[in-house]
């Protein structure tokens, strides 16, 4: 599922931010995926969009196994996005900080999603290889940038921000 799938519908789109430092590079990395939708190509989170009754973690916690093969331990919100676009629905956009309980089990191949998408496999990409402007979905960098800002100001807690 895409921030464009019942946009109609859902309430939100959630997805998760994964960090981690490359063991060999030693370059800051964030787990996203690539995905083709009606043939064109893209990069973001996993992450997916709310059903009926659901509060954007619990979109996140279900939905970002599917897309990165990868189960949540912990999950800390970031950043919000309200979108309000005239006739459609309101759609926030809610994006987390989150720790894997194993980073080694991100899912490498395509699979189908739906009948327009391709989930392609989830990967680790250094983080100002993301912050670039072909690196992400727009909402995406934004969501990043917020966070590496965060972290550089040390304007948020320790301990949130995993580090394997």
Known sequence: MTENDNFDTARFFAAGIALRLNPLTRIDEVLVLEYDRR?????????????????PEQALRREFPVESGCQISRAVEVFRKELRTPGRADHDQVFYVVELVDPAE???????????EQLGPSFWMPVDE???ADGLFRSHRVA?????????????????????
Do not use: C, M, Y
């Not at 991100?106 to 327009?116: F, P």
């Open 39 to 55: 043939g064109k190509r893209d990069r973001k989170f996993p992450g997916g969009n709310s059903e009926a009754g659901e509060s």
């Open 106 to 116: 991100i899912r490498t191949t395509w699979q189908a999603d739906g009948e327009e």
């Open 144 to 164: 990043l940038q917020h966070l590496v800002n965060l972290v550089r100001s040390r304007s948020w807690f320790s301990g949130v921000v995993p580090t394997n």
């Open 130 to 132: 993301a912050l670039s």
